[in-house]
């Protein structure tokens, strides 16, 4: 048996053909919808009753982006941390990525409000989140240079509801013209500002589903034209041989005792606090 194949998997044949085909895949029912429900809450919690945000959050066209004074953007506090760490999409990305020895990243939070007057579909340029310096010519196009990675919806996304979108198949069209460049890296500034690509597409999905994007699919925040947030988590993979991010212990006094209870064994590796 392969260290692989003791790694149940969680998508079909069919998915992950459809992650390399498109450059993203639903994954369905990550959360349970009590899950889902619980999580919702906790991020609620984190906005000020009185409506009075926080000077360091993120608070963009419609988008509240709760952060640290630190100007991190991790919010891994013992409720929410258990969401970089999940077994289930764990086991996703071990078969996107092709290796069990992950670590997750980001556990950031994307609170996407109503903005019914908003003639725009997309609140941020169509960009990459790419796990490769900006500063390096080009990508490797390898599967230990891939992310995976993208967000957790906690409530259900209906068209128009600010879901995030994609372009089909995007990501072949960044190879295809990054490879086609010296400088591939460097094309669309650095890729945070793509311009003439085809159409987005909006990812909508159920509450506790998780929208998991190559990290070469240019993607974007989309305007909420429905009464309800949009309750985002985004967490992200890559092995643990990453070419440019090589693993790094955590630090002696990153986590506390509160966050360190809430750890399971796979959570400590994937946080880099136990080796694989
Ligand atoms: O909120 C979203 O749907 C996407 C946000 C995003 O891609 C970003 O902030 O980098
Ligand atoms: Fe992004």
Known sequence: MTILSSVEPILSEDEVAQFH?????????????????????????????DLTLPAHWGTHNGRLKPMNENGSQTIDTPELLPLMINEKLYRAAVQLLGSTRLRSMD?????????????????????????????VNNFQFTQQELQVGGCYYFNTVEPQGGGIHVVPGGHRLVEEKARAHTEGRQLYEKWKNITDFPETVEVTGEAGDFALLHHLMPHAASHNHLPRPRIAQFTRFIREDHPHY???????????????????????????????
């Open 21 to 49: 085909e498109l450059g993203y895949v639903l994954v369905k029912g990550v959360l349970s919808r009590d899950e889902a429900a619980y999580y919702h809450g906790q991020i609620l919690n984190l906005v000020p009753r």
């Open 107 to 135: 556990g950031s939070i994307g609170i996407t409000l109503r903005n019914a007057g908003e003639k725009n579909i997309l609140s941020q340029r169509l960009h990459l989140d790419a796990s490769v310096p900006n500063t």
């Open 246 to 276: 090589p693993a790094r212990p955590a630090a002696p006094d990153q986590y506390s005792q509160a966050q360190l209870r809430v750890m399971t064994p796979l959570g400590r590796k994937l946080l880099g606090i136990d080796p694989w």
